[in-house]
Nanobody
Framework: QVQLVESGGGLVQAGGSLRLSCAASGRNISMYVMGWFRQAPGKEREFVAVIKWRGGDTYYADSVKGRFTISRDNVKNTVYLQMNSLKPEDTAVYYC??????????????????WGQGTQVTVSS
């Protein structure tokens, strides 16, 4: 079992930055593919970013590419999402997730067995 706890959300003005953290416990996450998803009010949850355990390859949704950066610290068992140049449309609850699969279908929620409780990010215009 892996327990995930997100933190770092909050209220920020458009153009600002936030860094989300996802602290894992229960198992070392170095062998897991770690992803970030988000869900805006009235919308379905969507993929944001992923970092693979092997080689640390990263992939991003087109909507955040160039603005968000995902990283991991396997010693601290923590994954980060650095969010810059935030826009009002980035407002959502952000979830961290862990997958024991290879990460080929990283954008699919059903690839992830473990989820955090989410952290709210609100970007004002």
């Amino acid at each position: 079992q892996v327990q995930l706890v997100e933190s770092g959300g909050g209220l920020v003005q458009a153009g600002g930055s936030l860094r989300l953290s996802c602290a894992a416990s229960g198992r070392n996450i170095s062998m897991y593919v770690m992803g970030w998803f988000r869900q805006a009010p009235g919308k379905e949850r969507e993929f944001v970013a992923v970092i693979k355990w092997r080689g640390g390859d990263t992939y991003y949704a087109d909507s955040v590419k160039g603005r968000f950066t995902i990283s991991r610290d396997n010693v601290k068992n923590t994954v980060y999402l650095q969010m810059n140049s935030l826009k009002p449309e980035d407002t959502a609850v952000y979830y961290c997730a862990a997958s024991a699969y290879s990460g080929t279908y990283y954008w699919r929620e059903n690839q992830y067995a473990y989820w955090g409780q989410g952290t709210q990010v609100t970007v004002s215009s």
